[in-house]
Nanobody
Framework: QVQLVESGGGLVQPGGSLRLSCAASGIMFRFNTMGWYRQAPGTQRELVASINSVFGTNYADSVKGRFTVSRDNAKNTVYLQMNSLKPMDTAVYYC?????????WGQGTQVTVSS
């Protein structure tokens, strides 16, 4: 059974930084493209960053240059380093495969950017 557990969210001031982690189990992690998604209230969930099995990365235009996705295959963990945070980044952040497995969504981790 696939389990994805996100952590590292919190309240941060504009311009601040956070590092999110997602621990995965029950999947062939090292062969999967993993993504970070986010969903703000009243909006659809969107993919903001992804990393494939050979460490190639892609980013949504809204986070390019500010967010960095990485992975540690030995720990079955994917990370999202978020710098220069803006209020528009406020959302619940989730990890999942790319494309996402509908039954694998975890609880997510809340990120709130506010002064």
């Amino acid at each position: 059974q696939v389990q994805l557990v996100e952590s590292g969210g919190g309240l941060v001031q504009p311009g601040g930084s956070l590092r999110l982690s997602c621990a995965a189990s029950g999947i062939m992690f090292r062969f999967n493209t993993m993504g970070w998604y986010r969903q703000a209230p009243g909006t659809q969930r969107e993919l903001v960053a992804s990393i494939n099995s050979v460490f190639g990365t892609n980013y949504a235009d809204s986070v390019k240059g500010r967010f960095t996705v990485s992975r540690d295959n030995a720990k079955n963990t994917v990370y999202l380093q978020m710098n220069s945070l803006k209020p528009m980044d406020t959302a619940v952040y989730y990890c999942n495969n790319v494309p996402p497995s509908p039954t694998s969504w975890g609880q997510g981790t809340q990120v709130t950017v506010s002064s």
